[in-house]
């Protein structure tokens, strides 16, 4: 056992650990949510990841991106996720796409992987990704924020669950209108890094079919059947 690993023994046997390192898993967005979960990942030893953003670093990044940096305002969000993941576990492949998420490129970016994880910031990407995501059979894990609350559900292929979700007409989630501060980002970003291993491993009850919902300011947890 690498000494890097002794400290996720009990929580997965050396098998899993082995196993974890052939995973590929996508992650798409490097911003609030994404930076945290592709870091996470690569800390548990997931073997390949792939981080894709269009996007580059601003000051309104700097109150909650884990990758964001004074120094890194203009670069590439997704350049810098592989610049950061080879300093913390140079065993993991990092690819980056510094390119946004579109119908015509989404199959062909996502294609070949275990499982893709949302950390996008609006709704219609978010529907082009789950239809790509069904169109490939790659489970989908989905993350979104909004001031003190959160929400996450693990998606199978063909469910349709984002029109159960979001209205037809919504681009736009209510984070802007509630915030996105620094707190948020990192306990959705966990959970669902655990929700991907659990899928990886075959290990727990994953959210499938469900919708856990999350009220910092008051302490409410709630999970929701679809």
């Known amino acids: ?135 490939c059979e790659i489970p989908l894990i989905h993350g979104a924020i909004a001031g003190w609350y959160g929400q996450v559900t693990t998606i199978m292929p063909g469910s349709g669950v984002f029109s159960k979700l979001y209205p037809e007409t919504a681009e736009k989630g209510i984070e802007t209108e509630l915030g996105n501060p620094s707190f948020t980002p990192a306990l959705v970003a966990s959970i669902q890094v655990s929700e991907t291993l659990k899928l990886l491993l075959e290990k727990g009850e994953p959210l499938v079919g469900r919708l856990l919902t999350l009220n910092l300011l008051d302490h409410e947890y709630q999970i929701f059947e679809f």
């Open 1 to 135: 056992m690498e000494k890097r690993y002794q400290r996720n023994m009990k929580l997965m046997t050396q098998d899993e650990i082995a196993a974890l390192k052939e995973k590929r898993v996508c992650v798409v967005g490097c911003g609030g949510l994404g930076g945290y979960i592709v870091e996470m990942l690569s800390r548990m030893g997931v073997g390949k990841i792939t981080a894709i953003d269009g996007d580059v670093f601003d000051e309104t990044n700097l109150n909650r991106q884990l990758l964001s940096e004074e120094a890194l305002i203009g670069s590439s969000k997704a350049e810098a996720a592989k610049t950061r993941i080879q300093r913390v576990n140079s065993e993991v492949e990092v690819v980056a796409k510094a390119v946004f998420l579109r119908e015509d490129n989404a199959e062909t970016l996502i294609a070949g992987h275990d499982v893709v994880v949302d950390a996008l910031d609006n709704i219609s990407t978010r529907r082009i990704l789950e239809k790509a995501c069904s169109a």
